[in-house]
């Protein structure tokens, strides 16, 4: 079985957005500086990584089985237009069935009851034993809460964004230990950390 991660681009002070949903240019600005073109599942996004962060990549969509996010983002992204860049299914934890969803062409999935725990399970079953990644923020903040996150990968961008919306939000019983980084790759203007979380403290 795979594990339970959670993974984002966070600025120094520990930010995955800034005020209002702002500072993506500079937390993604290290999905366009080097010369390795990668592309998605959405024709009109592609990479430019460098080598380091390119290998990176293709690591985590080789590992990840399915996705679990909340309304925010999906509203946001507008449901991806129906297909996840990564090309595998979505869990959407929702108090509500967004307007026009389901889709029999998209898979996605929606979680309306049972929160956290029965949006991973749902996700475990499509991810074919591949890992199941938990959207930052909220997602992953009750992830943590319950028990279920195995590893906290950060993308750190090295800017500061002074205010906005934190990694993990106001988590219940902190503080949690993590233990690593269990790996390291240093990119241009970012470096990518992975750890591995520990509920024994």
Known sequence: MGKVVTGASMSLDGYVSGPGQSGFDRLFQWYGNGRVTVETADPGLTFQLTDVSAAYWRRLVAETGALVVGRKLFDFTEGWGG???????????????????????????????GGIERAVAVARELAGGKNVVVNSGTMATQALEAGLLDEVGIDLVPVILGDGT??????A????TLEGPVSIAEG???THLRYRVRYDD
């Open 166 to 171: 934190p990694f993990f939000i106001a988590p």
């Open 188 to 190: 241009d203007r970012v």
């Open 83 to 113: 297909r996840h860049p990564m090309d595998v299914p979505v869990v959407l934890l929702s108090h509500s069935v967004p307007e026009g969803w389901p889709r029999e062409d998209a898979p996605f999935h929606f979680v309306t009851d």
């Open 173 to 176: 019983d902190a503080p949690y």
